[in-house]
């Protein structure tokens, strides 16, 4: 019996040990086998849904996954940065071994050249003499210039101010252009009311003929009785004729008045139009006047900093000449020198060649380590 309760109790002990501590690490062993992979994946996590150490040791790996994906990033960044520096510091010591190279081959000519600008001082000094002279009349001419462009800006400033006054004026005929369009509008109205009138009064006339013709066929009628009435007659209905062309007078008038009007009124919205042409233009003018305003205005100060420099050239020619026997003696030392140079020339170009073997050979250990990193994946 007791041997029966060990045994359950060992099932028991196995059955726990398999839940409690074989699954878990097969589950972590099949995370890993995950992670590990063709390439190491540090963006993946350990998941584990236990309590215990196991858990903690979980949490644990994961702070150090995440640690070594930082660490892996700035290796990668510092190891891109390393290529692409030493691509740069190759490419910079080979230019700098050509141009030693360069250096060592002019040092050579530069003794030769030395040796001419000695020759050459003399002739200089006698040029910078020649050129003293030039500088004092261009300074002469920059101090006429001068006054001339301070002229030119006086000028210009009178021409914008003139330019402000005709669009003041332009304004004021456009303001007068739309009154008088104002004005025709309003005549044409009351010719208009004058026609109707002209055509009231002619209807009227028409009526009062008709009327008196009557009244001339009644006076015939009542014989002697009427003669004089029908002679009223005849003179009203001479009255109502001449009524009836004056009114047909009246509104061809008016109507060659209302005609000249719509004609005023076209040639007035065309010279609007050519007012606001002319705006436009004046302003235009005036914009350019402002440009050239403040051009005149650049001129005038660098025609004043030509002058001072001017000034400064005279009394730096002066000291050039001063400088020539110090440039001459230089010319001497220098010459000395470039043999110097040479030989330094030449050690550098030795030393160039070393460093360029350093960094071939930096360059083959950034390849291995971009090649190691890229083993790891970070995201």
Known sequence: MLIANLIIMIGFIGIGIKHFVVKPIQSITDQLSVIQGDQIDLSKKIEIKTNDEFKELVLAFNDMLETLKGVIGVVRDSSNQL??????????????NEA??????????????????????????KELVDLSGLIKNSQK???????????TFQLASDGKESVDIVIDKMGNIQTKTNETKEHIAILDK????IIGIAQMISEIAE???????????????????GKGFAVVADEVRKLAEQSTDRAENVKEIVNKITETS?????????????????????????????????????VVKD?????????????????????LDSVSEFIEQTAASTEEVSASTQETTASLDTITDRVDEIKKMSVELNTTVHQFKTH
Do not use: M, P
Request: hydrophobic share 30%; net charge negative.
């Open 83 to 96: 290529t692409t520096s030493t691509r740069e510091v190759s490419s910079s010591t080979e230019q700098v």
């Open 100 to 125: 030693s190279r360069e250096v060592s081959a002019n040092t050579n000519q530069l003794a030769i050249q030395a040796e001419e600008g000695f020759k050459s001082i003399s002739e200089v000094n």
């Open 141 to 151: 001419k920059a101090v006429s210039t001068h006054e001339n462009s301070q002229h």
């Open 190 to 193: 009351y010719s208009k009311e």
């Open 207 to 225: 009526q009062t003929n008709l009327l008196a013709l009557n009244a001339s066929i009644e006076a015939a009628r009542a014989g002697e009785g």
């Open 262 to 298: 719509s004609k005023t009124v076209y040639l007035t919205e065309e010279s609007q139009k050519e007012v606001e042409e002319g705006v436009k233009a004046v302003n235009l003018a005036g914009q350019s006047l402002e440009g050239i305003l403040q051009a005149v205005q650049t």
């Open 303 to 323: 025609v004043k900093d030509i002058q001072d420099a001017s000034n400064e050239n005279i009394t730096s020619s002066e000291k050039i000449v001063g400088l």
